[in-house]
């Protein structure tokens, strides 16, 4: 192992524990302060040049007194110009210590509630959106990837937000909270009434909550949420709902909606899959690349758990749903991907050539597949993208983070 240098006899004080690089605000100051003799406020002043709204002629100033406090200090122009450039790099990554300390914390106890608490740790997730990096559905994936069985949208069942269930195997169930464009007063008003007495029909749901509008209530027929009240499928429901919602005269009006019998097929899996992308933006069903598997195996193309098994340097193929496109500004034009599909998350790092030429493809296609070079160094996976497909597939996709 290679010892650490601290840039300045003098520095190593403040970064021999961070083994020469410095890391925090807080080493910043205490750089400029000890090697060109800034006062409290100078060093200040530093921070704030190269904080977030950062000013390359104030930088130009910044960079001036720190020479001539080097000088003052004897330290030579090549040590000037190491010392130079560690505090101005500072600026692409630097943060407060105390920051650090409160990410880590944050980093260490979510990743211990997953691993243990799996089940509490995703309804949480569920029940606080939006917040972080991945949408709901992403979130969701990942856990049935890690064991956890979820369970849909039931009008017997659900409440407003996602729920545990089970005592030993626990599960969560999916709330109202994620059918879109159902209010919560309507909601509410469901949970009263169902803990009066249970629902018996489309119609009593009807009839009982008259808070709920016609389109709310297609669209819990939609996402298969009626489906329960009775052994029924989603087109059922939607046939029934229709009923239940139209007026009727007196001649008819003892008949319940379900004595008509629906006329109309159930959903494929497929349109299912588009029904819950569209009403609640996530399924628990089948991973919409679930769907074409056998088509990508011919294709040669490599589910994403798969990829660790290839050695550094071999040409591969991939193939998901894009659910984040990165262009950090200190990754000098890089482009960083997250492709999703059935069995995990695989990442594609995009040159600023390749990105140019491929730039329609990239931004306006949901699925895609990547062509590239795999880089696999310590177990530190990415494809290192040449060619793109977009993959023109029937099924809604995941929501996107892009450029955030």
């Not at 930088?59 to 122009?77: A, H, N, P, Q």
């Not at 409440?159 to 089970?166: H, K």
């Not at 939607?238 to 009727?248: F, G, V």
């Not at 399924?283 to 758990?305: C, D, Q, S, W, Y």
Request: hydrophobic share 40%; charged share 25%.
């Amino acid at each position: 192992m290679e010892n650490a240098e601290c840039l300045h006899p003098s520095l190593e004080p403040v970064l021999a524990r961070t083994l020469g690089v410095p890391l925090f605000q807080e080493q910043l100051l205490r750089m400029a302060m000890i090697v060109a003799g800034f006062s409290g406020g100078e060093a200040e002043e530093l921070r704030r040049a190269f904080g977030f709204k950062r000013s390359e002629a104030r930088m130009r100033d910044i960079e001036v007194k720190l020479r001539d406090g080097m000088d003052r200090k004897g330290i030579t122009s090549k040590l000037q110009d190491v010392i130079i450039q560690s505090i101005t790099s500072f600026a692409l990554y630097g943060f407060p210590e105390s920051h650090a300390a409160s990410f880590a914390l944050l980093a260490y106890a979510s990743a211990y509630l997953k691993c243990r608490y799996l089940a509490a740790f995703t309804a949480a997730m569920l029940n606080n959106q939006p917040m972080g990096f991945y949408a709901p559905a992403t979130l969701v994936k990942d856990a049935q990837r890690h064991g956890l069985h979820f369970k849909p949208i039931d009008i017997t069942k659900s409440d407003w937000l996602c729920t545990i269930e089970g005592d030993v195997d626990k599960s969560v169930r999916l709330g109202f909270n994620y059918v879109k464009g159902l209010r919560e007063q309507a909601a509410r008003a469901i949970l009263k009434a169902r803990s009066e007495a249970p629902f018996t029909s489309i119609q009593d749901l009807v009839d009982r909550v008259p808070q709920l509008r016609k389109d709310e209530l297609r669209k819990l027929s939609e996402i298969g949420a009626l489906n329960f009240i009775r052994d029924i499928h989603r087109r059922d429901a939607l046939w029934e709902s229709e009923l239940a919602i139209h007026a009727r005269g007196e001649l008819f009006a003892h008949l319940d909606s379900s004595c008509a019998a629906s006329p109309l097929a159930p959903m494929s899996d497929s349109e299912r899959l588009n029904a819950d992308f569209k009403g609640t933006h996530l399924t628990i069903g089948k991973h919409p690349m679930a769907f074409h598997r056998e088509a990508l195996n011919g294709l040669g193309v490599l589910p994403a758990n798969r990829l660790k098994d290839v050695s550094n340097g071999r040409l591969v193929r991939t193939a998901g749903c894009v659910i984040c496109r990165q262009r950090p500004g200190t990754a000098k034009g890089l482009v960083f991907l997250s492709i999703e599909d059935e069995t995990g998350v695989s990442n594609a790092v995009v040159m600023p050539d390749v990105f140019e030429r491929e730039r329609v493809t990239l931004l306006q296609n949901s699925y895609l597949l990547v062509e590239g070079e795999l880089q696999n160094i310590e177990n530190v996976v990415t494809v290192k993208a040449a060619r793109f497909q977009p993959l023109h597939l029937a099924e809604a996709a995941v929501p996107s983070h892009d450029f955030h």
